[in-house]
Structure formats: C-alpha cells, structure tokens
C-alpha cells in the first residue's frame, strides 16, 4: 500500500514570491491533515480536512496561507507572498476517517526562503 | 489547550543501557502517542496509548501512560546505535488534533 504522498520535497524560493506543496494521502483516507514543522520543534496543525471540508484551520495564518481538497482527495498548500520565517518543513498526514487511532505522515516538503 | 511537554530534550547515552524519556500533558488527553523522527524524515509512528495504565512494548521500548498524573513514558532498555532518533510524544482529543511535545533528541554512543 503506497503512503502519503508529497511534492516536491525540497523546495528554495526568495522572500515574496508564492510557492504551492502537494499531498495525496493513503487511498480511502478522508482526514487529511497539514502540519509545519519548524527546526528543532514538534510539528504544529494547520488544518484538517474531512472529506473535502476543512473543519479546523484555526491555526493557518490566512492572510497568506491558503489550501484546497477540491474533491476530497489530494490537497494543496499555498503560500502568498512567503516571508523568511516560513522556512520549515511542512508535513502531510492521512487517516481513515476523525478519531481513527492513527495519522500516517508523508515525507514533508523542507521550504527554504531566502 | 493542550500543552505537551518532554524532558529530556537531548539525551545522549551509552550502549547497552537503560533510560526514560517523560511525557507531561496539560489536560485531559484521549489518547497519547509516540513518534519516532530520523533525520530529514518524516514520522513513524511506535505507540499509542489509549487508557491510563496502558503499557506497550516493542522491542527494546516501552511505552506507558498514568492518565491520573497526566505521565507517559517511554523507556529504552539496553540502548543500541539504532535507536538513535527524535522521539516524540503528542496527545490528541476526538477532535483528531494532535499536540506535540518539542520532541527529545537521542543519541546513543558506542
């Protein structure tokens, strides 16, 4: 069974531009989730999706974050315009469905601004 | 809201002995989970506890949770090169939200 699936997995952009990361999650999950995961720390929610609903994203910065799950699948996570301290790693994860026991995490994308 | 909090942060050990990673959480938590994170990896799940007294063992780590003093421990018998590793702990609710600690950085020296 394949895992999480993300892309790219690096990515190095200079401050203000946009940058977009891809997830696809196990097969038959409909929780997706995205985290950021700053150097050093443990990894922080920014927003869950059930199905294609996204049901807690108090925690995404909206004024330059946004994500998408158009048809409860994959999901994208935009940034616009990036700023330095965006830097981190920003890990997908999947489960069955809300309160299943457990999240399987992709391999993360490392985003490098400059 | 719930605060996960690890200690050691940074552990370095010998081969072949024995130490406790601990796991304090601010609230009730539904359940307790441990995670594993190489370097430049992503995470790999070890444990999750569901219920006070829960105690999980695979290979040389144990897992434990006292839901009354809020406590989850890992523990490392005999440590080995291998085991070498990030660990962390997160609690999550029904909400599915999981709250991780800032993670203990473990080294285990020949």
């Known amino acids: 069974e394949a895992g999480v699936v993300q892309s790219p997995r690096y990515k190095i952009i200079e401050k203000k531009q946009p940058v977009a990361f891809w997830c696809n999650p196990i097969?038959?999950?409909?929780?997706l989730y995205w985290y950021r995961q700053n150097l050093g720390q443990g990894p922080e929610l920014l927003i869950r999706?059930?199905?294609?609903?996204?049901?807690?994203d108090s925690q995404l910065p909206k004024d330059r974050f946004s994500a998408e799950r158009l048809k409860g699948v994959d999901s994208t996570l935009k940034i616009q315009p990036a700023e330095l301290g965006d830097s981190a790693v920003y890990l997908c994860?999947?489960?069955?469905?809300?309160?299943?026991?457990?999240?399987?995490f992709g391999p993360g994308t490392r985003l490098t601004v400059l | 809201e719930l605060k996960v909090e690890q200690n050691p942060l940074f552990l370095s050990m010998q081969e072949g002995k024995n130490y406790t990673i601990y796991c304090n959480y601010s609230?009730?938590?539904?359940?307790l989970y441990w995670y594993r994170q190489d370097p430049g990896k992503s995470l790999e799940s070890l444990f999750v506890?569901?219920?006070?007294?829960a105690v999980k063992q695979e290979g040389r780590l144990m897992a434990s949770l006292d839901t009354k003093a809020r406590l989850s421990t890992l523990h490392i018998t005999a440590a080995v090169h291998d085991l070498s590793a990030t660990y962390f702990c997160?609690?999550?609710?029904?909400?599915?939200?999981?709250?991780f600690g800032e993670g203990t950085q473990l080294t285990v020296n020949p």
């Open positions: 506890l569901l219920s006070n007294g």
């Open positions: 999706y059930e199905n294609e609903e996204a049901v807690d």
């Open positions: 994860a999947s489960s069955f469905s809300r309160g299943q026991i457990e999240q399987f």
């Open positions: 997160a609690g999550g609710g029904v909400s599915s939200r999981l709250t």
């Open positions: 609230t009730t938590s539904d359940r």
């Open positions: 097969s038959g999950h409909n929780t």
